[in-house]
């Protein structure tokens, strides 16, 4: 199995403009993260989906940012418009559906710088 | 927030074992300890779990205190490339309840 696929791997804009960040979980898996990683912050949960369907969005920053998960196997992540503030690495994880535990699969992360 | 405090970084010789310790003095009966690290510029990686009993896999052992109110994830011969950022997570299991990741550990592999 290729693992948890993002695209782009680095993506560079200028402030303002729209943002698009792309991931495919790893077959069979139910559950799908957007996490986002900052120095000061950390690495944050944003949104996560259960078959698809967004089931907490608590930690989604403002309505600039927004997530879809049209099919099992592709969901984006895209802000509108973007900030400098915005630029973090911004990873996607997946899990199967299992008994006791829950082990979240990585992927490598977008490095997204807004200038 | 994170219902685990962790030293921020530690040291460890190379070929040596290296102890990483977690408090989470307010762990529930249902909560299980998860450890995952994260190396420089990749995603997090699951490392271990484990609930009551100690936990060994190819990759490290879990020694929860028989209060489970604290751990420690060892590493028993450490390399150069388990130079990484350790985090310590309390969660129920079977949940789905988010990861939350503190700051976690960073442990340097000295040659």
């Known amino acids: 199995d290729a693992g948890v696929i993002q695209s782009p791997r680095h993506e560079v804009t200028e402030m303002g403009q729209e943002v698009t960040l792309r991931c495919k979980p790893i077959?069979?898996?139910?559950?799908l993260f957007w996490y986002r990683q900052t120095m000061m912050r950390g690495l944050e949960l944003l949104i996560y989906?259960?078959?698809?369907?967004?089931?907490?969005d608590s930690g989604m920053p403002e309505d600039r940012f927004s997530a879809k998960m049209p099919n099992a196997s592709f969901s984006t992540l895209k802000i509108q418009p973007s900030e400098p503030r915005d630029s973090a690495v911004y990873f996607c994880?997946?899990?199967?559906?299992?008994?006791?535990?829950?082990?979240?699969?990585f992927g490598p992360g977008t490095r997204l710088t807004v200038l | 927030d994170a219902k685990t405090t962790q030293p921020p970084s530690m040291d460890c010789a190379e070929g040596r074992a290296a102890n990483l310790p977690c408090n989470h003095s307010?762990?529930?009966?249902?909560?299980?300890v998860y450890w995952y690290r994260q190396i420089h510029s990749q995603g997090p990686q699951y490392i271990i779990h484990g609930l009551k009993n100690n936990e060994t896999n190819e990759m490290a052992s879990l020694i929860i205190t028989e209060d489970r109110k604290s751990s420690t994830l060892i590493l028993p011969h450490a390399t150069l490339r388990d130079t990484a950022v350790y985090y310590c997570i309390v969660r129920e299991g079977g949940r789905d309840d988010k990861i939350i990741f503190g700051k976690g550990t960073r442990l340097h592999i000295l040659p």
């Open positions: 994880a997946s899990r199967p559906t299992s008994g006791d535990y829950n082990e979240q699969f």
């Open positions: 989906f259960n078959n698809n369907v967004p089931i907490d």
């Open positions: 307010t762990i529930s009966g249902n909560e299980y």
């Open positions: 077959s069979g898996h139910d559950y």
